[in-house]
């Protein structure tokens, strides 16, 4: 069976940083892009970016620019997102998720469970 | 504010047929696929419809997508206590050059 499995949740101080992981497992992950996609307490779903797991290109969210690093480790299968100069805004649930498709006939097909990361002093 | 519109909610009694819609722009839905995402709250959304109007596998035909010029719509027909959940339309925003998700629809089955 095809998975992500992200790891667990984060508590973080106002200033920090905070690294989340995306395992895939199941398909063959330089096929795939992967996205990461957030969503703050009662809101609705936000686009992160996302970085090809075969070249290691990125496109991320001019918001987010200068703060959202994502990488990918094709040895282990697993993606990564890095939120540096964290603020309470960014206290959300984070996903990944697989991306199908070109830069703009995209869709997410797979889903990981979500990691809550909360920002508090 | 979203660059999707999609109404906060929509209701209908179970086996009856709702719609909801996602209100863009020529630089995103009128010249880009769309997706439709199912997210019962506390767990992760569940791909729909992809490329407008396909379905994956294993998703109901009771669940369509269609689109004409900067709006698309997700059909639900014969409801069910079940189709309860939060809906996503999202696409790719040319001058953005960003994907973006609506602001969601809380679908209500009475």
């Known amino acids: 069976q095809v998975h992500l499995v992200q790891s667990g949740a984060e508590v973080k101080k106002p200033g920090a940083s905070v690294k989340v992981s995306c395992k895939a497992s199941g398909h063959i992950f330089s096929n795939y892009g992967i996205a990461w996609v957030r969503q703050a307490p009662g809101q609705g779903l936000e686009w992160m970016g996302w970085?090809?797991?075969?070249?290691?290109?990125?496109n991320s969210a001019q918001k987010l620019q200068g703060r959202l690093i994502m990488t990918t480790d094709t040895s282990t299968d697993t993606a990564y997102m890095e939120l540096r100069s964290l603020r309470s805004a960014d206290t959300a649930v984070y996903f990944c998720?697989?991306?199908?498709?070109?830069?703009?006939?995209?869709?997410?097909?797979?889903w990981g469970q979500g990691t809550l990361v909360t920002v508090s002093s | 504010q979203s660059v999707l519109t999609q109404p906060p909610s929509v209701s209908a009694a179970p086996g009856q047929k709702v719609t909801i819609s996602c209100s863009g722009s020529s630089s995103n839905i009128g010249n880009n696929y769309v997706s439709w995402y199912q997210q019962v709250p506390g767990t992760a959304p569940k791909l729909l419809i992809y490329d407008t109007y396909k379905r994956p596998s294993g998703i109901p035909d009771r669940f369509s997508g269609s689109k004409s010029g900067t709006s698309a719509t997700l059909g639900v027909t014969g409801l069910q206590t079940g189709d309860e959940a939060d809906y996503y339309c999202?696409?790719?925003?040319?001058?953005?050059?960003?994907?973006?998700f609506g602001g969601g629809t809380k679908l209500t089955v009475l």
């Open positions: 998720a697989r991306k199908v498709g070109g830069a703009i006939d995209y869709y997410f097909d797979l």
């Open positions: 999202a696409t790719w925003d040319s001058s953005l050059s960003a994907g973006v």
């Open positions: 970085i090809s797991s075969y070249t290691g290109g990125t």
